[in-house]
């Protein structure tokens, strides 16, 4: 104990000084109505009713959650099938379809080009004229490739044959001096010179690019292409010559008689038989040799600067005679072989339009 006021005793702790908790003023209790819903729905059993309503709702929401599942993996799909192509190539991939619709295009498009441009020189079907022959499958077969075609469009005739006063000019606008080509007018063009002859492609109108009708039949006209896919040039085959001026001569040497070419006629007895090239036609279309006995093919080429052959063939389509490609104007006379009774068609190979009829009686 001490007798010293606010100190505690010796040997004991302090004892803290106790606090009462700070008055706060009282709260307005808020309105009941504010935190309390209806009865009707503060009620915590469901009716029946309604119970079976909500799993209604629920079987519903989960089919509809189902069924669009299924209609987008169906989407997804049949976009990728149509993308791509089904298996096993039942459908073709839509970049493929396209490409070849595209092809297609070009090649009817190349059509015009080569009818308003090239067919006056190298005839209607590629069957030459004043210019070489472009539907002889041993030339379209690897000589006329796309390169070599672009090359010849573009620089002239002399990039065939090295002949700078050829009459073959430069096509491309891009050659000097330009020609009338555009490059998608060059890529048409060569589109239309390769085209396979197992696809027929419509006659569009030059303009309009319509399909052009045949006003008689009311049919749509269509062409082929040229190029057989399925040639192949026979073991041994001699490769076609680069210079086009060479076609227009058989074997080694355009002369008569020479390695590959047929015999001038020697036998002034031997019965003559006529054939005459004029205007791109043969004049007669019909003619008659003795039968079982040679006699002279008188071939008259009256076609200046076109080249022209005649091509006797039997009933199977083998040849059993011909003569040398020359240009005219020119004649040369043949020793043709005996043949037997019957009917020969003979054609020109280099305009296989110009057709005829020798009967051996």
């Given at each position: 104990?001490?007798?010293?006021?606010?100190?505690?005793?010796?040997?004991?702790?302090?004892?803290?000084?106790?606090?009462?908790?700070?008055?706060?003023p009282?709260?307005?209790?808020?309105?009941?109505?504010r935190?309390?819903?209806?009865?009707?729905?503060r009620a915590?059993?469901?009716?029946?009713?309604?119970?079976a309503?909500?799993?209604?709702?629920?079987s519903?929401?989960?089919?509809?959650g189902?069924?669009?599942?299924?209609v987008?993996?169906?989407?997804?799909?049949l976009?990728?099938?149509?993308?791509?192509?089904?298996?096993?190539g039942?459908?073709?991939?839509?970049?493929?379809?396209?490409?070849?619709?595209?092809q297609?295009?070009k090649?009817?498009r190349?059509y015009?080009v080569?009818?308003a441009?090239?067919?006056?020189?190298?005839?209607?079907?590629?069957?030459?004229?004043?210019?070489p022959?472009l539907n002889?499958q041993d030339?379209?077969?690897a000589?006329?490739?796309?390169n070599?075609?672009?090359?010849?469009?573009?620089?002239?005739?002399?990039?065939?044959?090295?002949?700078?006063?050829?009459?073959m000019?430069?096509?491309?606008?891009?050659a000097?001096?330009?020609?009338?080509?555009?490059y998608?007018?060059?890529?048409?063009?060569?589109a239309?010179?390769?085209?396979?002859?197992?696809q027929?492609?419509?006659v569009?109108d030059?303009?309009?690019?319509?399909?052009?009708?045949?006003p008689?039949t009311g049919?749509?006209?269509?062409f082929?292409?040229?190029?057989?896919?399925?040639?192949?040039?026979?073991?041994?085959?001699?490769?076609?010559?680069?210079?086009?001026?060479?076609?227009?001569?058989?074997?080694?040497?355009?002369?008569?008689g020479?390695?590959g070419?047929?015999?001038?006629?020697?036998?002034?007895?031997a019965?003559v038989?006529?054939i005459?090239?004029?205007a791109?036609?043969?004049?007669?279309?019909a003619?008659?040799?003795?039968?079982?006995?040679?006699?002279?093919l008188?071939?008259?080429?009256q076609?200046?600067?076109?080249p022209?052959?005649?091509?006797?063939?039997?009933?199977s389509?083998?040849?059993?005679?011909k003569?040398?490609?020359?240009?005219?104007?020119?004649?040369?006379?043949?020793?043709?072989?005996?043949?037997?009774a019957g009917?020969?068609?003979?054609?020109c190979?280099?305009h296989?339009?110009m057709?005829?009829?020798?009967t051996?009686e």
């Amino acid at each position: 104990m001490t007798d010293t006021p606010g100190r505690e005793p010796a040997g004991h702790e302090p004892v803290p000084e106790e606090r009462l908790p700070a008055t706060r003023p009282p709260a307005e209790v808020a309105p009941v109505e504010r935190f309390t819903s209806s009865p009707s729905i503060r009620a915590v059993e469901l009716t029946p009713e309604r119970a079976a309503q909500v799993v209604r709702q629920s079987s519903n929401a989960r089919w509809v959650g189902f069924l669009a599942t299924v209609v987008v993996i169906l989407f997804v799909a049949l976009y990728w099938f149509y993308e791509l192509g089904a298996p096993l190539g039942l459908t073709e991939p839509r970049l493929q379809a396209e490409i070849t619709a595209q092809q297609i295009t070009k090649v009817e498009r190349g059509y015009n080009v080569y009818e308003a441009n090239c067919a006056r020189c190298h005839g209607e079907q590629g069957e030459g004229g004043i210019g070489p022959v472009l539907n002889r499958q041993d030339k379209l077969f690897a000589h006329l490739n796309e390169n070599y075609l672009r090359n010849v469009l573009t620089v002239g005739g002399r990039y065939v044959c090295g002949d700078p006063k050829s009459q073959m000019p430069a096509w491309a606008d891009t050659a000097n001096p330009p020609g009338p080509l555009n490059y998608r007018q060059i890529d048409e063009l060569i589109a239309f010179l390769l085209a396979t002859s197992d696809q027929t492609f419509l006659v569009r109108d030059e303009h309009l690019l319509d399909p052009m009708v045949d006003p008689i039949t009311g049919e749509g006209l269509t062409f082929t292409g040229w190029r057989d896919p399925i040639y192949e040039p026979a073991p041994g085959a001699t490769p076609y010559p680069d210079c086009w001026k060479q076609e227009f001569s058989s074997g080694a040497s355009a002369s008569p008689g020479a390695s590959g070419a047929p015999a001038p006629s020697t036998d002034p007895t031997a019965q003559v038989v006529t054939i005459t090239a004029v205007a791109v036609a043969f004049d007669p279309t019909a003619v008659t040799a003795p039968a079982d006995a040679p006699f002279t093919l008188s071939f008259d080429n009256q076609d200046a600067g076109i080249p022209h052959d005649v091509q006797i063939k039997d009933a199977s389509g083998a040849v059993v005679f011909k003569t040398d490609v020359f240009p005219g104007a020119a004649k040369r006379d043949y020793s043709a072989p005996a043949l037997a009774a019957g009917s020969y068609p003979f054609v020109c190979s280099v305009h296989p339009n110009m057709t005829g009829t020798l009967t051996a009686e």
